[in-house]
């Protein structure tokens, strides 16, 4: 996600003091308001030049496209002089970073803070003082950003609202603290991760969490239907087994309740069922029909809503994203165009927003951006092909003839041809496999080979020989695809940055066990190349595609998990954290878990480990808890020592793992359906015009588009006067570039019924007053008199 540099927050907040030095009686410019366009609203009411004027109309365009970009809503854009300061501060790449690091100190107190892990366990003067300042940073920032957004619109923003709310809490409660010297029952830390999905770095993680709220409502229908027949079973399981005297599980209509939520994980099937079928075995058609009720039916039916629902926001996501970014570049259009051309961006106005929209682009780059945008050859950029923008943003530039091999006119030009002339034969992929077959081999003769000790064999496996041998060879092969296409060439396949990864890995491998014989964890790199095989077949290279499209998704999920279980881990410390499960559950149908002594243990009794004495091991025990083998068995556990209100604990992170989980797995299905479609529609030319654009100028017409100055300077070293040049465009090959390709019919149909709801709206334009030269002022919808100048026409 990107920010505006610090260079254009510094050169916004320089222009913002020299303009309030200026003496609003009138100035020079007043001689040039002709050929003002739209007045931004950054500059209300100061007087200026009109070079001035322009300036600020670039930042605050550069504005409006940032906020499309992090789709931030345009009613916290800032409106006055007055909210700019506090704006540009919050918008500080430094401190988003100061933000981010506040809110991770946050998170990482839990590990100092009673009860603490014992390697990391400050004083409560200590750790009290570090949270203050953390959250003084974070109130810093809230601060500021109610400064240009005002208390009136906080009701709007409720991440806003439940951030302040949150924070208010939290600062009492560390005051608390420490006037105490001593912690209390403060199960409110759980709200810390508030903070950290709230910073500019975690924009995925927010989009992951919305997308789940979004997909809670056929979710919550479907866990009602669900509880309804676990509900129903465990009344009939209640009068069918409640005399059985051997079968403790349905006892109590609590008991058969809980029995029945379990067996909906399966954990402690057949148990559940052994004493019963003992009796009679037409007691086993209760709970063969429960299971396929609940979990082969219901909860696959689950699964399948879930999906529906998903790839439905998936694709409102789609369209919203679209339609946000254009709503933000139509707001910029109107702070680009002059009277004199008041429907076209010219290249100078564009040069200049891209000034600071994006400072580290050339003037090459602007100008091939702009070329590639007006396709209509006018001369300037009408609305309708500014608001593709974004889609030019991600294009990398170079000329057609650097596509000729790396090495021509290099010393290295004999070695280079000729090590591409051996990769592009065809058996030379084959060579490349049978070595990885006779590696794979290699390996298992090594693993069959008897060995003394285990040093000895990790030392057979990755450092003998033969290791070293396949190394060399696989070494070989890198330097010459290398060779043959160039380094960067070479790393922009996702195979080839693999097989030298694990390759260097596995060197390294063998070169550790040399030198520690010890190290037993490097064994696992020789086997990674291995996978290579993995491509021969399209299945597999479906598979990986899938991965690689999931993988912001993944990390964004592999968030909230951790969000969700640091939640889980403190309110499970505030709880059990007080309670001892060794020798507990006495006369329980779990007491030979938990048996302990000082001399031995038997294979079970290590299950009081599994506690919420600190961070870390609440964090093991939610794990085992999601992956719900013998699950009931810690929550048993605790309903003995605790009380049987505590099951609700345990059932509720079950819930709550579930629907993540779900959501997850309906998202990978997604994706995969996503990019199978994608294979079958598109073919190898229309991919390769998908993500390659060609432009096509010469020296003189960028003159004839208005290049002059220092970007007329730096286009002549690319353009000689004269010839004609072709560029040629790259664009990255990510989900949201392949989603235009397959929503390209819904794209066109939800652009036209935009344009058709923005000619509908009736004019709201009025004059302004203060200016007779002011170009029209946009009213706001709403009824109210309210005019904010950052929409004028």
Known sequence: MSTLPIKVHDVLREHWYKLRSYSRAGSDGEAHALDMGSRSSLHTGLQMSEDEHWEMNYHEAAIYLEEGLNNEKFDSHPSSPEELPAYLRVHNPWYHGLDLLASLVLILLAFTEDPAVPAFELPVWAHGSIELLALSVIGIELHLK???????????????????????????????????????????????????VDTRHCGGVRRFIRQILQSLPPILDMLGLLMFFVATYSLLGYYLFSEHIDNGHFRTLSDSFVSMFVLLTTAN????????????????????????????????????????????????????????????????????????????????????????????????????????????????????????????????????????????????????????????????????????????????????????????????????????????????????????????????????????????????????????????????????????????????????????????????????????????????MELFAGYNLRNCCVNTTVEDFYKYSENSSTPLGYYYLNNFENIVTSGVTLFELTVVNNWFILMNAFASVAGQLSRLYFMVFYLFTMVVLTIVVASVLEAFRFRIQYKRSTTKRDEEKLLHEEVHTSWEEAQRLGASGDLAEHLRTFLPPGIDVTFIGTRPRTKEVLQRRMYQTEIQKWLAEEDENDEGQPSTTVTSSDDPLSPPLIQQPGGDNHIRSGYQL
């Open 146 to 196: 109610l400064k240009w957004i005002g208390w009136g619109t906080i009701f709007k923003h409720k991440r806003t609202m439940i951030k302040g709310i949150t924070l208010l809490i939290m600062v009492l409660e560390a005051v608390v603290v420490l006037c105490r010297q001593s912690s209390h029952f403060r199960v409110t830390r759980a709200l810390r991760p508030i903070f950290l």
């Open 269 to 572: 099937f057949p148990d559940v069922m052994m004493p019963s079928y003992a009796k009679s075995k037409w007691f086993a058609v209760f709970f063969i029909l429960y299971i396929i009720t609940v979990l082969y039916v219901l909860m696959n039916l689950m699964l399948a809503v879930v999906y529906e629902t998903f790839t439905r926001i998936e694709r409102e996501k789609c369209r919203a994203l679209l339609l946000h970014r254009r709503g933000a570049a139509r707001r910029a259009f109107r702070l680009l165009v002059s009277r004199r051309a008041p429907h076209a961006v010219k290249l100078r106005h564009f040069a200049g927003l891209l000034r600071h929209y994006a400072p580290h682009y050339s003037g090459l780059d602007v100008y091939l951006m702009f070329k590639q945008l007006n396709q209509s050859a006018s001369g300037g950029l009408s609305r309708s092909e500014f608001a593709n923008v974004y889609e030019v943003f991600a294009l990398r530039w170079a000329p057609q003839a650097s596509r000729a091999p790396w090495y021509a006119d290099s010393p290295l030009e004999p070695v280079a041809r000729a090590a591409a002339v051996v990769v592009h034969r065809p058996y030379f992929e084959y060579i490349i496999y049978a070595l990885i077959i006779g590696n794979g081999l290699a390996m298992v003769l090594r693993v069959l080979e008897a060995a003394g000790d285990l040093q000895d064999s990790a030392r057979l496996l990755c450092a003998s020989w033969d290791t070293w041998l396949f190394l060399t060879l696989f070494l070989v092969e890198a330097g010459l695809r290398i060779l043959a296409s160039g380094l960067g060439a070479y790393l922009e396949s996702g195979w080839n940055v693999f097989d030298l990864s694990v390759t260097l890995l596995a060197l390294m491998g063998a070169v550790l066990l040399t030198v520690a014989p010890k190290l037993f964890i490097v064994v696992m790199f020789r086997p990674l190349r291995l996978m290579r095989l993995y491509k021969l077949k399209k299945r597999y290279r479906d598979v990986f595609g899938t991965l690689v499209l999931l993988s912001p998704l993944m990390s964004s999920a592999g968030c909230v998990m951790l969000v969700m279980y640091y939640f889980f881990a403190i309110v499970g």
